[in-house]
């Protein structure tokens, strides 16, 4: 049998569970081939699910309703990260949200994780696009980070690793996203590679669970295995420490999908595809029978 691969779509600690535990000979214990694939663009996640090509991964959960509304089997048998974690980054001339008015602030595409988080945290705060602020497209390939060193705008929207260095760069974290209950990272497959390999993805979605047990406990092995997948960081240990206690925290210990946070996602995705109002949260999900005894 040729190796399964599972896809993390890009280069965030919040997809390096399999990582983690293919180091610790997880897959090789269960018998399992794998390879896993780091497509470096989320938006490869969804489309390599559904081809087969990555028939398990870790794609953001508005790309996963936008593909079932088109007609796709996609389904989430694990859940990773129950809520957002991205921070607003900006020059130090900002000192809090009311001093976003007039400035430029770098947006990811709305259909993407973080696009999508920035418009619900802009309507939070009473902030209107265009009006009360410059909203600065960052493109298919997110260049919010590199746009902000250069000072090309002042203030975006980052995942934790890149707000953490721009933080170490001198740059202020002045906002999160943590409040918003919003599913972010599901482990997802297709409905068929279940029918057709269901025992092979329960023992995926197992070892997914057994790595969070083993990041969460074993903070010195995990941190040594994450930094060898972020060059960008080498230099700056304090910052993938900062980033390895988040998701300790974040990490959903069960692995079990938060139905209130898959609908709340479910709103999110309405306001740009209505039909997403018509999706009952819990038919997006398939537990699996899980081996639970590190978790």
């Not at 390599?48 to 028939?55: E, K, L, N, W, Y």
């Not at 398990?56 to 309703?65: I, R, Y």
């Not at 079990?256 to 709103?267: E, G």
Request: net charge negative.
């Amino acid at each position: 049998m040729e190796p399964i691969k599972i896809g993390i779509g890009v280069s965030s600690i919040g997809r390096f569970l399999p990582l983690v535990g293919k180091a610790a000979g997880l897959f090789e214990r269960e018998n399992l081939r794998v390879e896993i694939v780091n497509q470096r663009d989320e938006e490869r996640a969804v489309p390599d699910i559904v081809s087969g090509a990555t028939p398990m991964g870790t794609p953001n959960a508005p790309s996963l309703v936008f593909s079932v509304l088109e007609g796709s089997d996609l389904v989430i048998v694990g859940g990773l990260l129950n809520r957002p974690a991205f921070f607003l980054a900006a020059g130090p001339s900002i000192d809090g949200i009311a001093d976003l008015r007039g400035k430029r602030i770098g947006i990811n595409q709305p259909r993407r994780m973080a696009g999508m988080v920035m418009l619900a945290l802009l309507r939070k705060w009473g902030l209107a696009l265009d009006t009360d602020l410059e909203v600065v497209d960052s493109g298919i390939n997110d260049r919010s980070f590199e746009v902000l060193l250069e000072k090309k705008i002042d203030a975006a929207l980052l995942p934790p690793e890149k707000a953490f260095l721009a933080e170490a760069l001198g740059f202020r974290v002045i906002a999160d996203s943590l409040a918003l209950d919003c599913h972010w990272v599901p482990l997802a497959t297709t409905r068929s590679f279940l029918r057709d390999h269901r025992e092979a993805a329960t023992k995926i979605a197992s070892i997914y669970a057994e790595s969070l047990w083993l990041f969460k406990t074993r903070p010195q092995e995990t941190i040594k295995e994450i930094s060898c997948w972020l060059p960008a960081l080498a230099e700056h240990p304090r910052v993938v420490e900062k980033c390895y206690r988040l998701f300790a925290a974040e990490f959903e210990p069960s692995l079990i999908p938060s139905i209130p946070s898959i609908n709340s996602i479910l709103k999110e995705v309405a306001l740009q595809d209505p039909r997403a109002v018509d999706l009952n949260p819990a038919d997006l999900v398939e537990v699996l029978l899980l081996d639970h005894r590190k978790t």
